[in-house]
């Protein structure tokens, strides 16, 4: 049973505040992005407000505070996914980013023509195309293990297509358009058995269900800060120091040097081999903020809250004739994709939006899941622990309207 006071967090998102169209705001696109808390808000001010400074070059006041802050955000992190050490974070510009450098670093090193990646079916596009682009460079092949009906990884074909050839297994933990909950461990064990890493896009699980890399064992790990109710702009890879440390530079510039001469650059030492240039300092101290603030609210108090989300939305969307959920996993997150016999996703969201509701309408990202159910889009309901059981009811009302409209 969740203790989360609904009334106290939704006072913490001066978002959710305002009115669209006249109607109370009933934002249900968390999937995609979440709102901020006033404490991330007031982090990301007081950066540009009272210390902006560059980090790490500078010995000024101003610049120490900003490194310390800097760096402190990165043992937030750390703390928060119990990594070894916080020579393990990388500070990247979001998932895809940290998808990319993995691609470009890990998969440059350590793979050759021939060579197997596995993904799933139900992988966001940033998890599917920069693999393509590195097989089409260095002659690697991209495996995709295939889903049931139910949006689930079908075990025995996922097995099946892990052979000596794959080198890395890279797999979504929770799906965006589907909501599915992967089980991430037994893949991770499954790879590790065989000698195989595993990269972990835990995007759309990082806010929602708690993480131990070491419990998990897993090698990579990829996420976003704006999921997590901290800025746009910032994200995190953590990998293994093993891996990190035999990993090439992803790019090059400042701050990731010890020296450089016309003849030859040093490189230096993690996490700063990676993180070239200026990089998104309030972005950090931000997401910071964000994990803080989460932490202190409790993981298992805001999975539960979102799973009685979940299955009241699941139970009133599913009574509605002409409606179908695509995505019925037995393990899922709270994410509500569905279809109308009466109308087109989009124009869904339309409608939607003139009752102040506002859900996520397309692809997602993923139009292979959309090939796999035969649909050209789906409309997405996506909930968060400052959602209610009342918006739950508007964003229904909403679907009925638009059925006698339509029809």
């Avoid at 705001?25 to 009272?50: G, M, W």
């Avoid at 974070?89 to 793979?111: A, E, H, P, Q």
């Avoid at 309030?282 to 993981?299: Q, T, V, W």
């Amino acid at each position: 049973m969740s203790t989360i006071d609904i009334n106290k967090v939704r006072a913490d998102f001066p978002t959710l505040k305002q009115k669209i169209r006249g109607k109370d705001l009933v934002y249900l696109d968390n999937a995609a992005t979440s709102h901020k808390p006033q404490c991330v808000i007031d982090a990301i001010e007081e950066f540009y407000r009272d210390y902006n400074s560059n980090i790490h070059r500078g010995v000024h006041k101003l610049s120490q505070i900003a490194t310390d802050k800097y760096e402190n955000a990165r043992k937030i992190v750390k703390d928060y996914i119990n990594a070894d050490s916080t020579e393990e974070i990388i500070f990247t510009k979001g998932t895809t980013d940290s998808v990319n450098l993995v691609t470009n670093s890990f998969g440059r090193k350590y793979l050759k023509e021939g060579d197997e990646v596995l993904i799933s079916h139900m992988e966001h596009h940033s998890n599917i195309v920069p693999w393509q682009l590195l097989c089409e460079q260095i002659g690697c092949v991209l495996k995709v293990a295939p889903i049931n009906d139910k949006g689930e990884i079908i075990w025995e074909e996922f097995e099946n297509l892990l052979s000596e050839k794959t080198k890395l297994i890279s797999v979504v933990h929770i799906s965006n358009s589907l909501g599915t909950i992967n089980p991430i461990k037994k893949i991770i064990d499954a790879g590790h058995s065989r000698g195989i890493p595993v990269m972990m896009d835990a995007a759309q699980s990082i806010h929602h269900v708690k993480i131990d890399v070491k419990e998990l064992d897993v090698d990579f790990l990829v996420f976003s800060g704006h999921k997590i109710y901290g800025p746009t702009g910032i994200g995190v890879l953590y990998g293994k120091k093993k891996y990190l440390n035999a990993m090439p530079p992803y790019q090059g510039g400042g701050d990731m040097i010890l020296s450089v001469s016309f003849e030859k650059t040093i490189y230096n030492e993690l996490p700063a081999k990676f993180e070239a240039g200026t990089p998104n300092i309030a972005g950090a101290i931000g997401l910071g903020a964000a994990i803080k603030y989460i932490s202190e609210l409790g993981l298992d108090n805001i999975a539960a809250y979102e799973k009685e989300l979940l299955d009241y939305a699941t139970e009133k969307v599913s009574a509605i004739p002409g409606v179908r959920i695509i995505g019925t996993a037995d393990h899922k997150a709270s994410v509500l994709s569905f279809v109308m016999e009466a109308a087109h996703p989009h124009d869904v969201g339309t409608m939607m939006d003139m009752d102040g509701v506002a859900i996520r309408t397309g692809h997602h990202c993923t139009e292979p899941v959309m090939r796999r159910f035969d649909v050209p889009a789906t409309s997405r309901a996506s909930f968060s622990f400052y959602n209610t059981k009342e918006e739950i009811d508007v964003l229904v009302k909403s679907i009925e309207k638009i059925i006698d409209m339509f029809s």
